[in-house]
């Protein structure tokens, strides 16, 4: 009987409520948009959708590329089933420092924050040769499932010249 008190008490997370994703109708998603595939957080590239048998369901055929590895991955579910997709937001920080890979990144009110590494790439490669010439310039930031990546920057509007 001890066993039955403790059933449904099984918290894992303490935070705001918040959900990573919400549900949405597979027929009800569009090419650009965002989904779950595979756990994944995936941008959708390609989307098709093909009728089956007599007595069968519209199948939808959705292709991803992962917005955080790039890895493609694909699913294939029925239109009327509901799919997962992401809460994904977009923050705009500057970037003031770099030391040993990271960022430091300040956001509108002022905070600090040295957590997200520069990635390996082509955007990476751009932050590094703008904080070299010491520009002033803003990051972009994506969040979903609980993970960041630097995905672009711009230049600082306050840095325009007119």
């Given at each position: 009987?001890?066993?039955?008190?403790?059933?449904?008490?099984?918290?894992?997370?303490?935070?705001?409520?918040?959900?990573?994703?919400?549900?949405?109708?597979?027929?009800?998603?569009?090419?650009?948009?965002?989904?779950?595939?595979?756990?994944?957080?995936?941008?959708?590239?390609?989307?098709?959708?093909?009728?089956?048998?007599?007595?069968?369901?519209?199948k939808v055929h959705l292709v991803g590329i992962d917005?955080?590895?790039?890895?493609?991955?694909?699913?294939?579910?029925?239109?009327?089933?509901?799919?997962?997709?992401?809460?994904?937001?977009?923050?705009?920080?500057?970037?003031v420092d770099i030391q040993d890979g990271f960022a430091?990144?300040?956001?509108?009110?002022?905070?600090?924050?040295?957590?997200?590494?520069?990635?390996?790439?082509?955007?990476?490669?751009?932050?590094?040769?703008?904080?070299?010439?010491?520009?002033?310039?803003?990051?972009?930031?994506?969040?979903?499932?609980?993970?960041?990546?630097?995905?672009?920057?711009?230049?600082?509007?306050?840095?325009a010249k007119n």
């Amino acid at each position: 009987m001890g066993d039955q008190e403790d059933i449904g008490n099984d918290f894992e997370s303490g935070e705001s409520g918040a959900s990573n994703s919400f549900p949405t109708q597979c027929s009800a998603l569009r090419k650009n948009g965002h989904v779950l595939l595979k756990g994944r957080p995936c941008k959708i590239i390609e989307m098709s959708t093909s009728k089956t048998g007599k007595h069968g369901h519209a199948k939808v055929h959705l292709v991803g590329i992962d917005i955080f590895t790039g890895k493609k991955y694909e699913d294939v579910s029925p239109s009327t089933h509901n799919m997962s997709v992401p809460n994904v937001t977009r923050l705009d920080y500057q970037c003031v420092d770099i030391q040993d890979g990271f960022a430091s990144l300040m956001s509108d009110d002022g905070n600090l924050r040295s957590d997200l590494t520069v990635p390996k790439n082509e955007v990476g490669e751009d932050i590094l040769k703008r904080h070299t010439n010491d520009e002033t310039f803003m990051v972009t930031v994506l969040k979903a499932m609980g993970e960041e990546i630097i995905v672009g920057t711009k230049q600082a509007n306050n840095a325009a010249k007119n």
